[in-house]
């Protein structure tokens, strides 16, 4: 292996095994376990890169190819899934020297960024001049832009402003077979590949730069917390946030568990760390005999913790938070006192409380796998008829080996994700078998295997059987862009993963509409049909498309363009489609799933489309829009139920308006202040 031809090139190359060992893992748990129980690590790299241009990828990929040599692209290193795990001989391409903003566009809200910038740096060069991605993951001070693009992550505010994903207008990418220009940046007669490079985990090429939409700084933010007497009637609550036009920033549902030890309802239980052990201690706290083992309780008794959970009542806590132009919130927060009128309000400390340690990251795991347990999470998804089964599901299968707890978040017009935390025995053999049985949970409930975290070597194979047949559009592509198979290889799914060709389900009949969903507002269409014959028949039933295209929609989809729709606007979730040889893949509408690329556009060229799940709208749900208010740019407005409040603000009105939830102590409305002069 010649690193000098590497090194002529202007490179910084490093083959110092102290350098390399660095660069030998992620934050994957399962590492550090493998670690502290057998004194294994990853392999070791044979060499680390650090190009500062698209052009010096380029070159690094080059010689890749010419050498041989696997490739493992490498931002911060705060992935969870074992996405940029070592390779032995293998050419790390660390992109933390690819970190400026090239240029920032405040008239078409663009940002566009190098991929190696951190979340947070970004975020405070932005903050200077009132503008912000609002894509704000906890791991915001340790993670890339390009790591975004890669595992398609989702900020704590997605239920608002949308995933990265929907954040991204165009990227840019080094691959073995020259550059790839995605989204906006897309040469004309070719296909947009962007769906497919995000949550490709560097499986494809290296992502340089990005152009990403950007969002003014909010005028005010409101935050309060809500106590439901049971998890059923919150969820219920949080559908009807996010079905009824009013775009929460955020809504988080902590299960029974989780309230009493991670909801941190008073500022007080901040203090005491929070989490699966926060709870751990908490309840040892008054034992001195139980505090004395508390770290041994989750190797031995994760069923007797999980029944004391249990135990805690079943009450939960909802955060509830709506964000942007103070007129807007005005009458938002007027339209969501009904939805949450089975709720007890608790005032907005738990907001409040939530949102000033929203990037706090626990620096104290290591004396728990020191003491021989472990910890980790797991993120899953699906839509709103069957979320209590996800959970319920997913639950039963990890309090098998662990004890566990739970929030909800990231909540969308058709569905939610649940994240789990857990802690259990700490084994190989016990981690390994926790996550086959989540997973498999997962599956079996009808929700993806992740939300937000990527895919990795933790759940490839997991990812691969949710992709089905549709997997050999990913093989395709890849077999263009990468023909050698030199870009980190198995990610994200596994190199020996074949499509499941075994679906040959028959094509659907008695359209224009073959299915209606109520509660995830979703209808299953005939994608050649007129638009305007499935109107008719969804009127029928007192639904309307969400979004009437111009042509049938298919054709409409194939064509539609990256950013021709709002960040929270999406026309398509679900859909089968039936390949040449008669096997059928089908990707069923899991809320924003980040296992691995999102199939569906490219599905839907290169095999017949047969039904597609698409959004819909009751009757009465008619969205009204002025542009003429003074105050207000129309991009800052997401719809609302009663928007002809919204335009009646004037100048001087500029106060919160009264509302029906908890006053202050000296009997006054809650209060909420500009966060920006006006």
Known sequence: MDLNALRQSGIYVTDSTLHLSAYRRDLWPRDTLQLLTQGERPDLPAAVASPTSAEQVAACIEWAVREGVQVVPYGAGSGVCGGARGRAGSLIIDLKRLNRIRHIDPNNRTVWIEAGILGQ????????????????????????????????????????????DDMTLAARAETPTGRLHCGQWTPPDQEDLLPILTGSEGGLGVVTDLLVRLQPQPETRWLRGFAFESTEAALDAMRALMQANLWPSVLRLYDPVDTKIGGKTKASDAKSGGGIFGWLKATASKNPALQ??????????????????????????????????????????????????????????????????????????APVFIAGAFADTMEVAATWDRLGDLYESVRGALSKHTAVMAHFSHAYREGCSIYFSFAGRGTLKNYDATWRCALQAARDAGGTVTHHHGVGVLKAAAAAKEAGAALRVWTEIKRELDPDGLMNPGRPFPE?????????????????????????????????????????????????????????????????????????????FGLQARFDDGAVARIFPAPRSAAGPDL?????????????????????????????????????????????????FSKGQRTLAENCFLPSDDGSPPSIKPLVKT
């Open 600 to 648: 569906r556009w490219s599905l839907n060229r290169r095999a017949k489309t047969e039904w597609m799940d698409v959004p819909i709208r009751p009757h009465g749900d008619e969205i009204t829009v002025s542009a003429h208010h003074p105050n207000l740019d129309q991009r800052d407005v997401r719809p609302v139920w009663r928007t002809e409040e919204i335009w009646g």
């Open 121 to 164: 740096h970004l975020e405070d060069q932005l903050a200077q001049i009132g503008w912000m991605t609002a894509h704000s993951p906890s791991s915001i001070a340790c993670s890339t832009a390009g790591g975004y693009i890669a595992a398609r992550s989702a900020g704590q505010f997605s239920s608002r402003y949308g995933v990265f």
């Open 496 to 572: 020996d993963a074949q499509p499941d060709n075994s679906c040959t389900l028959p094509a659907p009949t008695g359209g224009p509409v073959f299915d209606l969903n109520g509660t995830n507002l979703l209808a299953r269409i005939d994608p050649e049909a007129d638009p305007m014959v499935i109107q008719s028949a969804l009127h029928e039933q007192g639904y309307s498309l969400r979004y009437l295209p111009d042509r049938p929609y298919g054709a409409w989809i194939d064509k539609l363009e990256r950013g021709s729709m709002e960040v929270w606007q999406s026309p398509l």
């Open 292 to 365: 004395k083992h508390l770290l041994s309780l989750p190797l031995a008794m994760p069923g007797l913790l999980n029944r004391i959970g249990r135990s805690l009542g079943n009450e939960v806590l909802l955060i509830v938070g709506f964000e942007g132009p103070l007129a807007v919130v005005n009458s938002t927060i007027q339209d969501a006192a009904p939805l949450l009128q089975h709720g007890r309000d608790l005032g907005p400390e738990p907001g409040e409380q939530w949102f000033a340690h929203r990037h706090d990251v626990s620096y104290k795991l």
